[in-house]
């Protein structure tokens, strides 16, 4: 998420926390002596020194604290989350095809696990790219920046559709299948906001500039809509259809939701700061990309974190196997 300049009242922003490259400053301060000087060039009988306090007649800017606290430790965190999230739903992705305490389980739900993982695994492969873009800027090329972005909030869009959008339990085998590839479908074309987006700069980080602010709000949009909205209506459904047993169900999937759905919803404020639709604080534009970084953090850690819970919660729960092919 990205405002339109580097030194405006909101940083300048790529992946987790909105860091831009380490060897780049976070703002620039004014330079008072070459504005006494310009002063005394064009204004012969003009002192600027006359004013007792004149650095304090110019606004100075926020100051955000979340890339001086953790930029060092983003790159390492990143390159380990990438590592641990192409090998646990490796992991994941083999349990599923040998072990009988994983093939236990609703076709439809292995079929669901098997395309998570799968998007999971996309979506780790995308981050050494933005490992290399915190320390060194972005170095891959526009092209790159648009496809990595894609395929990053592809993935977990996909996720999101796959958990919500196949709670129907009343559906025969085959059409759950096509609802599932058309989930997964659907979850890649969300993506193409956030490619259209992009813009490279110092990071690739989406733009909101002319021609790319359409596309950027309807990023976060959809962002909203998969993470928060979404899960919430269906949650809504199951519990006012809870009398029907087979129609709405959670299941263990719904354990996404916990990783993405706060970033999702504190992308809202960050959007009216950025549109400057609310008035704020310093403070409170400082503390919301700080908290937002987090939150990123929060939902990196899904790629690896969430095949082990699924893992786990499988070797405790195992269920009888229900034939339902796929």
Same mark, same amino acid.
């Given at each position: 998420?990205? #405002?339109?300049?580097?030194?405006?009242?909101?940083?300048?922003?790529?992946?987790?926390?909105?860091?831009?490259?380490?060897?780049?400053?976070?703002?620039?301060?004014?330079?008072?002596? %070459?504005?006494?000087?310009?002063?005394?060039?064009?204004?012969?009988? !003009?002192?600027?020194?006359?004013?007792?306090?004149?650095?304090?007649?110019?606004?100075?800017?926020?100051?955000?604290?979340? =890339?001086?606290?953790?930029?060092?430790? &983003?790159? #390492?965190?990143?390159?380990?989350?990438?590592?641990?999230? &192409?090998?646990?739903?490796?992991?994941?992705?083999?349990?599923?095809?040998?072990?009988?305490?994983?093939? /236990?389980?609703?076709?439809?739900? *292995?079929?669901?696990?098997?395309?998570?993982?799968?998007?999971?695994?996309?979506?780790?492969?995308?981050? #050494?790219?933005?490992?290399?873009?915190?320390?060194?800027?972005?170095?891959?090329?526009? +092209?790159?920046?648009?496809?990595?972005?894609?395929?990053?909030? /592809?993935?977990?869009? +996909?996720?999101?559709?796959?958990?919500?959008?196949?709670?129907?339990?009343?559906?025969?085998?085959?059409?759950?299948?096509?609802?599932?590839?058309? $989930?997964?479908?659907?979850?890649?074309? =969300?993506?193409?906001?956030?490619?259209?987006?992009?813009?490279?700069? %110092?990071?690739?980080?989406?733009? *909101?500039?002319? %021609?790319?602010? #359409?596309?950027?709000?309807?990023?976060? $949009?959809?962002?909203?809509?998969?993470?928060?909205?979404?899960?919430?209506?269906?949650?809504?459904?199951?519990?006012?259809?809870?009398?029907?047993?087979?129609?709405?169900?959670?299941?263990?999937?719904?354990?996404?939701?916990?990783?993405?759905?706060?970033?999702?919803?504190?992308?809202?404020?960050?959007? $009216?700061?950025?549109? *400057?639709?609310?008035?704020?604080?310093?403070?409170?534009?400082?503390?919301?990309?700080?908290?937002?970084?987090?939150?990123?953090?929060?939902?990196?850690?899904? =790629?690896?974190? !969430?095949?082990?819970? &699924?893992?786990?919660?499988?070797? =405790?729960?195992?269920?009888? &196997?229900?034939?339902? +092919?796929?």
């Amino acid at each position: 998420m990205d #405002p339109p300049s580097p030194d405006s009242s909101t940083p300048r922003t790529g992946t987790m926390g909105n860091c831009i490259p380490l060897a780049q400053n976070l703002h620039q301060s004014l330079n008072f002596s %070459e504005l006494e000087d310009f002063f005394a060039s064009t204004m012969p009988d !003009y002192d600027l020194r006359n004013f007792s306090d004149y650095e304090g007649l110019f606004p100075q800017p926020c100051v955000f604290t979340y =890339c001086s606290t953790f930029g060092s430790k &983003i790159p #390492p965190f990143l390159g380990v989350a990438s590592a641990l999230g &192409i090998v646990c739903n490796m992991v994941l992705l083999t349990a599923l095809a040998r072990w009988s305490l994983l093939r /236990g389980q609703h076709r439809a739900d *292995q079929a669901k696990l098997i395309l998570m993982a799968a998007m999971a695994i996309l979506f780790a492969a995308t981050l #050494p790219f933005f490992t290399v873009e915190v320390s060194q800027g972005w170095v891959f090329g526009d +092209t790159s920046c648009q496809v990595a972005r894609a395929l990053k909030f /592809g993935s977990i869009l +996909t996720q999101g559709l796959l958990v919500a959008g196949s709670s129907w339990r009343t559906l025969s085998g085959r059409l759950n299948c096509l609802v599932l590839l058309t $989930l997964l479908g659907l979850g890649l074309l =969300c993506a193409v906001p956030a490619a259209l987006s992009s813009s490279v700069g %110092e990071v690739c980080m989406a733009s *909101q500039i002319g %021609e790319m602010r #359409p596309w950027f709000l309807t990023h976060i $949009l959809l962002c909203l809509a998969v993470f928060d909205i979404l899960p919430g209506a269906m949650a809504v459904a199951i519990l006012a259809l809870k009398w029907q047993k087979d129609s709405l169900h959670f299941d263990r999937t719904w354990l996404f939701y916990l990783f993405w759905a706060p970033y999702g919803l504190v992308l809202i404020p960050d959007m $009216l700061v950025r549109e *400057q639709l609310v008035s704020t604080t310093c403070q409170f534009q400082e503390d919301l990309n700080y908290f937002l970084g987090l939150l990123e953090g929060l939902g990196i850690l899904h =790629c690896w974190l !969430y095949p082990l819970i &699924i893992l786990g919660l499988s070797v =405790c729960c195992r269920r009888p &196997i229900k034939e339902d +092919t796929c």
